[in-house]
């Protein structure tokens, strides 16, 4: 008889020296902040901010899902109400001019944006195509043209004329219709860019900050914890400006997830001057950078109790925040009860 499958193992590994390994992650804080106000989840990996929404008693948090969860209703009133809950995502099934007229949501201007598009880039292709066509014929007629003899040539003349005069109006179409894909493409861009800040939903209206989580990977300390006033906004350069003044002198890896700020040739470069390996965990496990993700958990938690109002209010409170993180004891280390800064004087001895 079988017997039951144990749940896969889960590897634990960390850098054998301190310095040797590094992880990395960036997390985002409101720019004012109250105290015991809980701290929402927040990513800027994807190349715009997702904030948790708030749940109250009063807007408590809904899904499709929960239906089944309704023991009066039988299978087939369980799995209608489903079908009309998610109706949103059956639209690939009808055509656009089906839609109905009520105010469309962000995932269904998304999805008809590319549907344009895409009919846009077909039509495009197709024109140029002919344009090719256009183009290729009257070179083989002007090459025919200049081979005749010159006195063919002389009563052939008015002909050629007219059909290089027949040849100009085309271009000038051809450059007309170039400026107005330029244009029709620098409208495509901007509706789309105003679409992903769309999805920046903070219903509180908050403005954010950037922090950079820097651990090291054998000690668990915290090396670093710079702050980016551009929030969401940070761009790949500040953050590797940042880690240049962080980074120990006997590095060799460097670990962090895919999001836009790491997977840049700003980082590349980095990693080829400093000569460490860049690490990218794999997509959609988290735990492989749990080193850093559980340090932004107790970064966070530790600011739940405090309350700051600019930028440099919240840099104070990480100076108050590093030492003291770095002194307490940390179950997660070798020798369990020992600060990381213990730990690390005393790597040498184990």
């Known amino acids: 008889m079988r017997g039951k499958k144990d749940p896969p193992k889960t590897a634990v590994q960390t850098a054998e020296q301190s310095g040797q390994a590094i992880n990395i992650d960036l997390c985002f804080v409101p720019e004012q902040h109250a105290s015991q106000e809980k701290l929402p989840a927040v ?95 009257f070179q083989q007629a002007k090459m025919a043209f200049h081979q005749l003899p010159k006195a063919q040539r002389k009563q052939q003349r008015a002909d050629w004329q007219a059909e290089q005069a027949v040849w100009k109006e085309k271009c000038e179409q051809r450059r007309r219709l170039r400026q107005e894909r330029q244009q029709e493409n620098q409208s495509w861009h901007q509706h789309n860019q105003q679409l992903k800040e769309s999805v920046v939903a903070d219903p509180q209206g908050r403005n954010w900050l950037a922090v ?87 970064f966070k938690n530790w600011l739940r109790n405090r309350s700051w109002q600019s930028a440099t209010e919240l840099e104070d409170w990480i100076r108050h925040f590093q030492p003291e993180y770095n002194d307490r004891p940390h179950q997660g280390l070798a020798i369990p009860g020992l600060s990381p800064n213990e730990f690390a004087n005393r790597i040498w001895l184990m």
């Open 212 to 298: 950079l989580v820097v651990t090291d990977n054998c000690t668990r300390q915290c090396l670093g914890l710079p702050v980016f006033r551009t929030g969401p906004k940070v761009t790949s350069q500040e953050v590797i400006a940042a880690l240049k003044l962080i980074l120990p002198a006997e590095l060799q890896f460097v670990i962090s997830d895919q999001g836009k700020h790491f997977r840049t040739q700003f980082m590349a470069k980095l990693a080829q001057e400093k000569d460490f390996v860049h690490v990218l965990i794999y997509r959609h496990r988290p735990e492989s950078n749990g080193i850093a993700e559980r340090f932004v958990l107790t």
């Open 43 to 137: 990513s800027g990996s994807s190349g715009h901010l997702v904030v948790e929404r708030a749940t109250t008693s009063e807007n408590p948090r809904t899904w499709p899902g929960q239906v089944f969860g309704e023991s009066d209703l039988d299978f087939e009133a369980m799995m209608r109400q489903y079908v009309q809950a998610t109706q949103e995502r059956q639209i690939h099934s009808r055509t656009a001019k089906d839609l109905p007229s009520e105010e469309p949501t962000r995932w269904r201007k998304e999805w008809e944006g590319r549907t344009q598009r895409h009919q846009v880039l077909q039509c495009r292709h197709q024109e140029d195509a002919e344009w090719k066509a256009v183009r290729h014929r």
